[in-house]
């Protein structure tokens, strides 16, 4: 697998990673030894990067990554924090950091985590300089070896960017959320900052496997926040409409290349977006893993291709998300 550099955390990883929220809550249960199973064929087929986060099941995902990817030093485990409490900036002090990355150490049987980002903050943490000079103090402490932020809107990530203390940006970036190409993806750039490209398959719209019928678990976001009712709703279906992303994904279709599955044409459209680190799709068993994986050995995709892709964004997509994130 191709090898890119992470930000500014010097680390190579491959060009897929895996995101680890499936294993632990709110998408249907997933069992440990799935769980598991997943993990390890993900690393056979060449993944060395996962991003898991203390609220991932309340710190189940953690547990069984940190367990698994005891004795591999040859990963790099990227978790989250900030989203177990409530979401003001007045909890986003030197405190609350300590323990949650404490439990995040534990969690992960580490002493010093490899990557933490903030976990979609309020807005106005961005523009805190007493937030970053507490994580600049928890990097020389050697609590954490790097840390970034995960965002939801890409003023979001400009903001941060600009931080010097920032190693990456974790924003999500996909078929369906072409606003990141725009400033945010060359910014990074130009700063040294990584980007990790999450919900790359619109959580699983861009897979091509659902229809009108399809049904999800009562347990699954894909149910219970359509509409935002739990938490951002960008971050289900990328904030499309469910029907209309069913008619994209449709016109989408013969874009993809024989014998090339769904799912692969997306991710590699992620992958050859200039600027992108890693893409973290998620994966709730071992062929969903091994499938993932196998994007990156892929043909970039032809600039016909890309255009054809970006119309289809223009017409279906864009008035729904463009203006929001």
């Not at 993990?39 to 609220?55: P, S, Y």
């Not at 790097?146 to 400009?158: D, Q, R, W």
């Amino acid at each position: 697998m191709e090898n890119r550099t992470l930000g500014r955390t010097g680390r190579q990883v491959g060009v897929v990673g895996l995101g680890a929220w499936q294993l632990g809550a709110d998408w249907g249960e997933v069992s440990e030894d799935d769980a598991f199973a997943t993990l390890e064929a993900a690393v056979e087929a060449g993944v060395t990067f996962i991003d898991t986060a203390d609220v991932y099941g309340d710190g189940r995902s953690e547990q069984i990554v940190g367990r698994f990817a005891k004795g591999r030093p040859e990963l790099t485990v990227a978790t989250k924090m900030g989203r177990r409490m409530e979401q003001v900036p007045a909890n986003y002090v030197m405190a609350n950091f300590r323990a949650w990355i404490d439990r995040s150490r534990q969690n992960l049987g580490v002493d010093t985590l490899d990557l933490v980002q903030l976990h979609c903050p309020p807005t106005p943490v961005y523009s805190t300089d007493a937030v970053f000079d507490a994580l600049d103090t928890l990097v020389a402490e050697r609590k954490l070896a790097a840390y970034g932020v995960s965002v939801e809107t890409c003023e979001e990530a400009l903001t941060a960017i600009a931080r010097p203390g920032v190693a990456t940006v974790q924003i999500i970036l996909n078929a369906f959320r072409l606003k990141p190409l725009e400033r945010v993806l060359p910014a990074a750039r130009a700063a040294g900052v990584g980007i990790i490209a999450r919900v790359p398959l619109a959580s699983g719209l861009l897979s091509g496997r659902y229809d009108e019928n399809t049904v999800f678990a009562p347990d699954d976001h894909r149910s219970y926040n359509r509409r935002g009712e739990a938490f951002d709703v960008g971050e289900t279906f990328s904030g499309v409409d469910f029907a209309t992303g069913l008619e994209a994904v449709r016109r989408l279709a013969p874009l993809v290349p024989e014998g090339v599955a769904m799912a692969q044409f997306a991710l590699r459209w992620v992958i050859d977006q200039p600027g992108v680190s890693v893409v973290i799709p998620g994966a709730r068993n071992p062929a969903q893993a091994r499938a993932n994986a196998g994007a990156a050995a892929l043909a970039p995709l032809p600039s016909e291709t890309l255009e054809a892709v970006r119309a289809v964004y223009d017409e279906l997509i864009r008035p729904q998300v463009h203006h929001r994130w």
